[in-house]
């Protein structure tokens, strides 16, 4: 990696950072802390999702027009007035505006970013670029959410105060960091529409391509990212038996997997077709799901059921870690020149909806219908194998696999043309 790479990847990990060393103590905070109770709590945390919502369009737009580093600082100093705001709110209405704040930053850092690796990585090392993001992150959530647990006082308001501090300080630190970064030109390809540049849904809309990935997109987090903290919980614990400890173990279990395998996967990866690799996660995703239904379904021992969850945890980073390498790189070659900024907030936009309806359906079917949550997610992860290949037939060859391509290029989302002269 370059000196450029090296910095991005900094700001993808203490992002990443700041989101566990937060949210997850949220509603703690704002409901026995500050004494605002459940409802208010759980009116920050739909906050944090509709900010999002609201932000991301417009963030593809700013991206597009004014680069991706400059929309990055105005995300990490939004964000970073609204933590320090939050620790220091102690009115629901100020509470909320503050988690606003926070959330809409948060969310426009993920496209900002990824679209700063697209423009300082080529197609042969894209993925690999991808992949040390994914690990990253999951990384600083792991280590933000240990400290930031370790931090808090639920009987003292001012341990999360400091722990809302520090998570300010650490995006102003960031900003100074990411403010070094010396951005490449974006590279310009002969025969370029002009009308390219320009943010246009419309445009991206009209793209088949980008419209089956982003439906195969929320499938995919809707069926697994979507059900981690709410749904396949719920039905651990009701349908399975399984302690809050043996929850907090597969999830471990999750985050090893994913640090374990993410680098191993790469090979594999880089030298199949993007599409059957998707395809494969569907298949692997599917098996977890029948792994969970013995463990809750098949009448098995409280060990043997608490080993089958543990493993379907397992098995849905497996899924992660071969997704991380491939989707976010196939959503950067589906892009036209200088679009790349619009197709990662057009992504984010998906995923961020996957993820907000994703606990609101899985949750309470998992706590009651357990034999039917287990049907539908299993059927759902079917699909993302029949969603992939179809998409593989809307892909060039060089999108689909593009160390099949050697020096050629990906431009106007689909047309292979050769590098233009220096």
Known sequence: MGAEMRRIHVGNALSAFGLGFTVPYLYVYVAQVRGLGPMTAGMVL????????????????????????????????TAAIGSLSLGLSASAATVLLSAAALGAGQAVMQPALATMIVDCSGP??????????????????????????????????????????????????LVVVMSTVRMPRSPRIDGTPAQSAKGSWKQLLGNRAMVQLCVLGFVLFFA??????????????????????????????????IVVAQFAVLRFVERRKRSRVIASVGLIWAVAWAVAGYAGLGGASQEMATAAFVSTYALF?????????????????????????????????????????????????????????IVVFLLFSLGITVLALRLGRRLTAVQDQPSAAGSRVVAQGGTEQAPAPA
């Open 46 to 77: 739909a906050v944090f999702a509709v900010a999002a919502l609201i932000v991301l369009p417009l963030a593809g737009r700013a991206i597009v027009r004014r680069g991706a580093l400059p929309v990055l600082l105005a995300a990490l100093l």
């Open 124 to 173: 042969e090392t894209r993925s690999r670029a991808f992949a040390m993001q994914f690990f990253l992150q999951n990384l600083g959530l792991g280590v933000g959410g240990l400290i930031g647990g370790h931090l808090v006082d639920p009987t003292k308001a001012g341990s999360f105060t400091l722990l809302f501090a520090i998570e300010a300080v650490m995006f102003l630190l």
């Open 224 to 257: 697994c990212y979507g059900q981690f903290e709410s749904g396949l919980s719920a039905y651990g614990v009701e349908a399975a038996g399984i302690s809050t400890s043996t929850l907090g173990t597969a999830l471990a279990a999750n985050t090893l997997v």
């Open 317 to 373: 980073g497996l899924g992660e870690a071969l997704l991380s390498p491939t989707l976010a790189p196939l959503v950067a070659d589906l892009a036209p020149t200088g679009m790349a900024g619009q197709y990662n907030s057009a992504f984010a936009l998906v995923k961020q909806l996957a993820l907000a309806v994703g606990p609101a359906v899985g949750g309470p079917m998992a706590a009651s219908l357990h034999a039917p949550y």
